[in-house]
């Protein structure tokens, strides 16, 4: 969805017609299945990556804490943070949208 702006009618709530479109599509395909229409629809390699980068994050913050408990030097710190920002960083370019996933 697009922030709120300041002008006369309705507020956007799509970006196109093409994202119109696609949440029209899921809305129809989870009505036609029977789901509630809060449930996500998405391709099993869709779930997979986000499975990936949920790993790698959990990963990235066990060395943090492993880390920690060893008294790291500040080299170590660095490089252990660096990867953790990383993977975060991954997480943060993925929007569930229509029938995108990052």
């Not at 479109?21 to 809305?27: D, H, I, L, V």
Request: aromatic letters at 4%; glycine letters at 6%.
């Amino acid at each position: 969805m697009l922030p709120a702006q300041e002008s006369v009618g309705r507020p956007r709530l799509y970006c196109g017609q093409a994202c119109r479109q696609r949440a029209y599509e899921q809305r129809s395909a989870t009505a036609k299945a029977g789901l509630s229409p809060d449930v996500v629809l998405v391709t099993r390699t869709e779930l997979d990556g986000l499975q990936d980068r949920l790993f790698q994050l959990r990963c990235a913050l066990e060395d943090v804490q492993t880390l920690l408990a060893d008294k790291p030097t500040k080299v170590e710190m660095e490089r252990a943070l660096a990867e953790l920002v990383r993977s975060t960083g991954r997480l943060d370019k993925l929007w569930l949208s229509g029938r995108n996933a990052g």
